[in-house]
C-alpha cells in the first residue's frame, strides 16, 4: 500500500520577477517499507520536495498523504515522519545515549520506555560501546549512526534522509550505504533518501525518481532507470551512454544517416519520419570484425581501465562511441586504434528517447 502520496506538488519561492519554481507539478506515490530514492543534480528541489513532506515549508499547490491522510494541517512534529540532516545536527555536548533519547523525551514518553528504546536503537546502529561517549569523541561515521538512531528511536512511519552520507569519506560511504539498507529492512520504516551520486542511488533503492529542474522525468527500479531510460537527461546522469540521432522508420527500425539500421524493441509510438535519439549502454555493444551482419565503424581508440577496457570508434558520420568490455573477454583483447570494425546491439538493449520537457 501507499505510504507517501504526492499529488500535483508545486512550490515557488518568493513573488513577482523574483519568483523562483523550485518542485512543478510532482506527483509521486511512495510505497510501504520501500527504500526510495530521490536523485538529481544540485538544485533540481530534492530539499524541497523533502521539506515539504516533513511539514518545514508549505506547498504552494498539490497536496501530500501520508497513509492515505492529508498532512496540510499538521505541523511537522505531529507527522509520523522524522528528517536525518546532511550535517547530522546532534548536540556535541552531550553523549551519545542523551542524542538518542532527545527526541523522545521531547515527546514525553514514560522513562523506562525511552530507557529500553535507547538501548534497542543503540543496538540497531552497533553504538553500544559508544553509549557514554560525547559526540565530539566519536568519528565521523559513529556521529552518522548516533543521528539514525536518534530519527529512528520515535519509530516514524517514514524517514527523510537528505544526503546523509555525502560528508563520508568513500569507504565509510560504501559501508554505510548497507548498513542503510539493512537498517531499513531491519525496522521495515519507508525510507525516502536523497541523493545526487547515481552509484549510491542504483546500489540502496528499491525504486528511484529522477528529479530535474523541479521535476520529476522517471520513476522506476534502479534496473528501469539504468536500462530503459525515458529521457536523455536519465540517459546521461545516470553512467555512461551512446546517444545516436536517428529517423524512425516504424516497427522498431530507425535509420542513423550514413551508417545504417538498428533496432530497438522500445515500443514508441514515434510516426514513420520521426526524429529520434537512440541510446545504449556501452557494455551493451558487440565489436566484430566488419561483416553484414553489423554496423560499420573505426577504433580510434583503445583505453584501459583495470577491470574494462573502453574502445571509442568513429561511425561514418563522425559520430564518437564507445564500447565495454571486460578484460577477461577476447573482445578486450581484439581491436587496435586504426581497426576497421563491425558493431552491433540486441535489439532490447536500444532505448529509444523522449525529448526532455
Ligand atoms: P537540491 O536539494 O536538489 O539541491 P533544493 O530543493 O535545495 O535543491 O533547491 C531547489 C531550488 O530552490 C534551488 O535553486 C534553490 O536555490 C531554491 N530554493 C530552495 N529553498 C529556497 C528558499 N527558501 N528561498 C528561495 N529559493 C530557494
Ligand atoms: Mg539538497
Excluded at 193 to 212: C, G, K, P
Amino acid at each position: 500500500s501507499v505510504a507517501v502520496s504526492v499529488r500535483s506538488l508545486s512550490k515557488v519561492f518568493g513573488s513577482g520577477a523574483s519568483a523562483f519554481r523550485a518542485l512543478d507539478d510532482v506527483s509521486v506515490e511512495i510505497r510501504q517499507n520501500e527504500f526510495f530514492t530521490l536523485l538529481g543534480p544540485s538544485g533540481c528541489g530534492k530539499t524541497t520536495l523533502l521539506r515539504l513532506i516533513a511539514g518545514f515549508e508549505q506547498p504552494s499547490s498539490g497536496e501530500i498523504l501520508l497513509d492515505g491522510e492529508d498532512l496540510s494541517a499538521r505541523p511537522p512534529y505531529q507527522r509520523p515522519v522524522n528528517t536525518v540532516f546532511q550535517n547530522y545536527a546532534l548536540f556535541p555536548h552531550m553523549t551519545v545515549t542523551e542524542n538518542i533519547s532527545f527526541g523522545l523525551e521531547m515527546l514525553g514518553r514514560p522513562k523506562d520506555e525511552i530507557k529500553s528504546v535507547t538501548a534497542e536503537m543503540l543496538r540497531l546502529v552497533r553504538l553500544e560501546a559508544m553509549a557514554d561517549r560525547r559526540i565530539t569523541q566519536i568519528s565521523g561515521g559513529q556521529q552518522q549512526r548516533v543521528a539514525l538512531a536518534r530519527a529512528l528511536a520515535p519509530k516514524p512511519k517514514v524517514l527523510l534522509l537528505d544526503e546523509p552520507l555525502s560528508a563520508l569519506d568513500l569507504q565509510l560511504r560504501k559501508d554505510m550505504q548497507l548498513e542503510l539498507k539493512r537498517l531499513q529492512t531491519d525496522t521495515g520504516i519507508t525510507f525516502v533518501f536523497v541523493t545526487h551520486d547515481q552509484d549510491e542511488a542504483l546500489t540502496m533503492s528499491d525504486r528511484i525518481a529522477v528529479m530535474n529542474g523541479g521535476e520529476i522525468l522517471q520513476i522506476g527500479s534502479p534496473r528501469d532507470i539504468y536500462d530503459k531510460p525515458q529521457h536523455r537527461f536519465v540517459a546521461g546522469f545516470i553512467g555512461e551512454i551512446n546517444l545516436l540521432p536517428a529517423v524512425s522508420m516504424g516497427e522498431g527500425e530507425h535509420s542513423i544517416a550514413g551508417v545504417g539500421l538498428l533496432r530497438s524493441d522500445d515500443v514508441t509510438a514515434l510516426p514513420n519520419g520521426a526524429a529520434a535519439t537512440l541510446a545504449v549502454r556501452p557494455e551493451r555493444i558487440t565489436l566484430s570484425k566488419p561483416s553484414t551482419a553489423s554496423l560499420p565503424g573505426v577504433i580510434s581508440n583503445v583505453v584501459y581501465h583495470g577491470t574494462d577496457t573502453i574502445f571509442h570508434f568513429r561511425l561514418a558520420d563522425g559520430l564518437e562511441m564507445r564500447a565495454r568490455s571486460q578484460n577477461n573477454t577476447a573482445q578486450s583483447r581484439s581491436f587496435a586504434k586504426g581497426d576497421d570494425i563491425g558493431w552491433s546491439v540486441d535489439a532490447s538493449s536500444v532505448s529509444v528517447l523522449a525529448d526532455d520537457p
